[in-house]
């Protein structure tokens, strides 16, 4: 047995965290200049994403090497070898920061081992990988296999997005390769997606906030594999009742077996913006590029 670390980026509910053995790393954020944790429990949604649309000013930080090590060496002085699983490295320099931690603690704890999986996803992209990880050691899969078949099924996992208004993305710089300009005035929304880097990439838009669900249920009706044995996620930022329309779209055709739904956390939650709209799930490697 080993123990799986995450970040609060995976967008687990705590009591499914703590359901799972699982632990977690937060992620701070400022909102107009007041340094918060993102913390599952006392964490409003709503109330969060309606304060951004009034104007309020969120900004974040990524992880440092040091809280790493505070929340990893007690494992390891306990005798515990470590598996973590972070948020993609194509949009956050959290896992560079974990990579350090786990450099320096190897050197003080050789008897030890620690590997870490770049999931080059964020949310519940993250989120199902780490579940997945979670399955395989609770099997009795080695740290070493399970980390190998993280590696593999990280480029099957499909991020598929839309969001109100690129204005979030581009004010952080989670957005690349974009060159057309999204004309607000024509209601295009954009689509998006993670690359093979696990950066953020456009790849098409639809016309008005309306054709936002149909077009990710169409994603999904194209990309998705072997749908009824796997559970997928959707993310919403503040826009619970698009969220569920999606998921009865995606019910009635193709059904998964289960649909985890959760608020976007309020640390990605920030950069894509309020009202964005999010669906995870497993395909062909191709849908990265």
């Known amino acids: 047995m080993f123990t799986i670390l995450t970040d609060t980026s995976s967008n687990l509910s705590f009591a499914l965290l703590q359901k799972r053995n699982i632990g977690c790393i937060p992620l701070t954020f400022l909102v107009n200049g007041q340094e918060q944790m993102s913390l599952d429990d006392t964490f409003d949604g709503e109330t969060y994403y309606d304060a951004i649309r009034a104007g309020a000013k969120v900004t974040t930080s990524q992880i440092t090497p040091q809280r790493c090590i505070d929340v990893m060496r007690p494992l390891l002085e306990e005798g515990q070898d470590i598996l973590y699983v972070g948020m993609s490295s ?89 060159k057309t300009v999204i004309a607000s005035v024509l209601q295009l929304k954009p689509l998006l997606k993670g690359d093979r880097e696990g950066k953020i990439v456009l790849f098409s838009k639809v016309r008005g906030k309306n054709a936002v669900v149909p077009a990710l249920a169409r994603e999904y009706a194209r990309s998705v594999v072997d749908a009824e044995h796997q559970t997928i996620g959707i993310a919403h930022a503040g826009c619970p009742e698009q969220a569920e329309a999606l998921a009865e779209l995606l019910r009635q055709a193709n059904a998964p077996k289960d649909i985890l739904i959760a608020c976007y956390e309020p640390v990605t939650g920030a950069h894509v913006g309020p009202g964005a709209l999010a669906l995870f799930f497993l395909g062909e490697e191709s849908f990265r590029g």
């Open 90 to 178: 194509g949009i956050s320099g959290s896992f560079a920061s974990a990579q350090m931690a786990a450099a320096e603690l190897r050197e003080m704890f050789p008897q030890r081992r620690i590997e870490l999986v770049d999931t080059l996803s964020a949310s519940l992209g993250e989120g199902l990988l780490v579940l997945y990880a979670a399955d395989l050691r609770d099997r009795g899969v080695s740290l070493a296999e399970t980390a190998q078949a993280l590696e593999r099924r990280k480029y099957r996992m499909c991020q598929v997005f839309s969001v109100d208004d690129l204005k979030y993305l581009r004010a952080t710089g989670r957005l690349s390769a974009v």
